[in-house]
């Protein structure tokens, strides 16, 4: 996450404080992400010496920050770019799958079951949390919408696995199921989240 | 064999009852078990999901569940009838008065309007016309298609369509909806509608098993079971969005 960008899109509005800044953060991200005061000062500081944004004389005793010209041509272009999708982050369950089909005496399919009953336990909280008077709030609801469609596209991964060792016949299947796993995750992922 | 007593403490009385169900097929060269050895608790007030790959026994169960076909041994109680002790018409009889059924392709009768297909259960169970007529009317209400009583199927929308369906399948004293697919022909906006639809009937005292693929459907569920080669490997019981919040009831993350 581009804590880096996020607040020059905050500041593109107006000059804020810190705190402030902080505030509409985790408010326009339903509290996704918390950020700590110490994180947004160093950013701050960071992008002030990257001449991306400068103090500016305020009211109160609190130091306001605006975008300078550098800052806001960084704003527009991290608006334009695509968030960029190339390798993968390590996720521990494809990882945990990957392993489970390649080494001797483990239970891959006792392991794909545990993880569909436990998937499926935190899309339903999702899906009851949809339901919350709270959900009125579009950022909000777009993120629970973000969770509910990974959840379900894990689902359909974890659908996947179960069949294609089914038909394998065995616990242990080749080895090239276990290299075509991570890749054909990605697939049903990038499919799920259409 | 899987006993599924599920999270009922909150809810109402069982409804239907099935015990060590299973389904052989034996009309083909080797017998084929579609079901081996199923319980399943239903209560009044309860959304059941039932997941599974194909051929792993969903469908066969829940037509055993609705006495469209009879159990290879095991038992089937619905509010209080036992099934797999009737022949066709005795379970015919039982399932009309209190079963819904809906189906992926709805099923509606092209010729009759939406009044018409929700009034036909009621009518051919011998409730004189005018009755079944205004009962119609109010399942109709209760999903908000009154207004679209008269239209033909033809006329309706995909979704329009699944709440005359849905209406037609909770008409009169029924309370218990088995629902194959139901959202099968929907996109994904219409598909949840129909589950809060459904849900909504639920939690106002009805009973609903429905048999997805789809876990984003399922989740509105009070439980989940899954299914391989025709037995109960798994169970995902809700818990609530209260398992997700921060203590003061904060938001999760």
Redesign the interface.
Same mark, same amino acid.
């Given at each position: 996450m581009s804590v880096r960008h996020a607040l020059l899109a905050l500041l593109g509005t107006a000059p804020v404080g810190a705190f402030a800044l902080r505030q509409e953060f985790e408010r326009r991200t339903? &509290?996704? !992400?918390?950020l700590n005061m110490g994180q947004v000062s160093t950013t701050l500081d960071r992008l002030e010496r990257d001449g991306l944004v400068a103090e500016v004389p305020s009211d109160g005793d609190v130091p306001h920050y605006a975008l300078t010209d550098g800052g806001r041509a960084e704003l527009e272009s991290w608006w334009a770019a695509p968030v960029e999708r190339g390798v993968p982050a390590r996720d521990e369950l494809a990882m945990k799958l990957a392993l489970a089909v390649t080494l001797p005496g483990v239970e891959v399919q006792a392991i794909v @079951?545990a993880q @569909?009953? *436990?998937? +499926? @336990?935190w899309? #339903?909280?999702?899906? @009851?949390?949809r339901? *919350?008077p #709270?959900a009125d709030d579009v950022a !909000?609801q777009l993120l629970l919408d973000h969770y509910?469609?990974a959840? *379900?596209s894990e +689902? &359909?991964w974890l659908?996947h696995v #179960?069949?294609r060792l089914?038909r394998a016949g065995a616990a242990h299947p080749a080895d090239a199921a276990a290299s075509t796993l991570a890749s054909e995750r990605e697939r049903v992922v990038a499919r799920g989240d259409r | 064999m899987s006993e599924l007593g599920g999270a009922a403490a909150s809810r109402g009385p069982v409804v239907l009852s099935a015990r060590g169900l299973t389904r052989v097929h034996t009309g083909g060269p080797v017998p084929v078990t579609a079901l081996g050895g199923v319980d399943l608790d239903l209560r009044l007030g309860e959304l059941v999901a039932v997941m599974g790959p194909s051929g792993s026994g969903k469908s066969t169960l829940l037509h055993l569940l609705g006495g469209l076909d009879a159990p290879t041994s095991g038992s089937v109680m619905l509010a209080g009838d036992d099934l797999a002790a009737m022949d066709r018409a005795g379970r015919a009889r039982v399932r009309r008065r209190r079963v819904g059924y809906v189906f992926q392709d709805l099923n509606l009768m092209p010729l009759l309007t939406a009044l018409e297909n929700v009034a036909l259960p009621l009518e051919l169970d011998g409730v004189p016309p005018k009755t079944a007529r205004r009962e119609a009317v109010e399942a109709l209400a209760q999903l908000d298609v009154a207004n679209l009583a008269s239209r033909f199927p033809g006329q309706l929308s995909g979704g329009q369509q699944q709440r005359v369906a849905i209406a037609r399948s909770l008409v009169g004293p029924r309370r218990v909806v088995l629902a194959d697919e139901p959202t099968g022909a929907l996109d994904s906006v219409m598909g949840e509608e129909v589950m809060r639809v459904l849900r909504g009937r639920v939690d106002a005292g009805a009973a609903a098993v429905v048999v997805t693929h789809d876990a984003r459907l399922a989740a509105w569920a009070d439980r989940t079971i899954f299914l391989v080669d025709g037995t109960v490997v798994d169970e995902a019981i809700a818990m609530g969005p209260g398992a997700l919040l921060a203590e003061g009831g904060g938001r999760p993350w």
């Open positions: 339903g &509290r996704t !992400w918390p @079951r @569909r009953t *436990e998937t +499926m @336990r899309l #339903q909280a999702l899906t @009851r949390l339901g *919350e #709270q !909000w509910v469609f959840a *379900e +689902m &359909r659908d #179960q069949a089914t | -």
